[in-house]
């Protein structure tokens, strides 16, 4: 949940299942995202399925190439709206139907295409994710011409050598940088793996005005597993002149069905953490 302390709130729900099929040397998953605003109740919705081969390249390194189809579909929520051909000034009357061409044409469909790289050994990884390399059209206009822009997250967890004494204490290096168009976003920050405890920061390296902050967000974030379970919870304090938000909140859970079994080349990320 997003900015709460305003009076319009953004709800957004993830949920995935993947499997890993030994005779194809590949990992096949689902997700689904559904993004809804309260106020003007715009929606979307996307479910996309995913491939991954894993190519070893030596005893410790994997390389995992993988590609994405979507089916996305936006709602921009007009029915609460108020078109110039539904005032009769005449007839002192407001018409309950309208010919806007932008109001006939309030949902988009479109298909989504993406691609990644995964770098991975048992205890870190470093990855490159596109999205929208079709860049589809999300105009609401019939005629009109609207790509999205390609996103861009170049992402990576290293173990740091400190206090790695055993298998249950390792400190990670955690960070990710996120751009699409002419926005862009980097987290840096750390992960205790024995507690699941971690804190990054969020920043604006490329700022795009003067008054652009460079720190925007400082992020805690806490996790546990039990018995094939991961719970996880974090928190956006906002340090931007916005003020007042009431943070973002994400709450996190999944479930291991092997619970914990062994998987040949599977990558270790820490008993008690979600990469």
């Known amino acids: 949940q997003q900015w709460s302390g305003f009076n319009f709130n953004l709800n957004s729900q993830f949920i995935y299942f993947d499997d890993w099929y030994p005779t194809l040397n590949s990992g096949i998953g689902i997700s ?3 993004h809804q605003e309260t106020v003007t109740n715009y929606s979307l919705k996307q479910v996309n399925l995913s491939w991954a081969y894993d190519v070893q390249i030596d005893y410790d390194w994997h390389f995992r190439p993988s590609i994405s189809v979507g089916f996305g579909f936006k709602d921009y929520g007009f029915d609460n709206l108020l078109f110039e051909d ?3 000034v005449f007839q002192n009357i407001i018409n309950s139907n309208t010919f806007d061409p932008i109001a006939l044409n309030e949902n988009v469909r479109y298909f989504d ?3 990644s790289f995964l770098f991975n050994n048992d205890y870190s990884w470093i990855g490159l994710t596109l999205r929208h ?17 390609i996103f ?6 290293l173990e740091l050598p400190v206090l790695n004494y055993n298998d249950d204490n390792s400190i990670f290096l955690i960070t990710n940088f996120m751009m699409q168009g002419k926005y862009d976003r980097f987290d840096l920050g750390y992960v205790f793996d024995r507690f699941s405890v971690g804190l990054t920061a ?6 795009t005005s003067e008054k652009s902050h460079f720190v925007t967000s400082i992020n805690p974030v806490i996790g546990m597993a039990w018995e094939g379970f991961k719970f996880g919870y974090s928190y956006d304090f906002n340090l931007s002149r916005i003020g007042g938000d009431g943070g973002i909140s994400e709450f996190s859970i999944s479930y291991d069905f092997l619970n914990n079994k062994e998987c040949f080349g599977c990558p270790d990320w820490g008993s008690g953490y979600k990469q």
Do not use: C, E, K
């Open 133 to 149: 390399l079709n860049r589809p059209n999300v105009s609401m206009v019939s005629q009109g011409d609207a790509p999205l822009d």
């Open 86 to 88: 539904q005032i009769n």
């Open 113 to 115: 295409f993406g691609a």
């Open 202 to 207: 969020a920043t604006n390296p490329i700022q």
């Open 152 to 157: 861009v997250s170049l992402h990576a967890s």
């Open 32 to 34: 689904l995202i559904n």
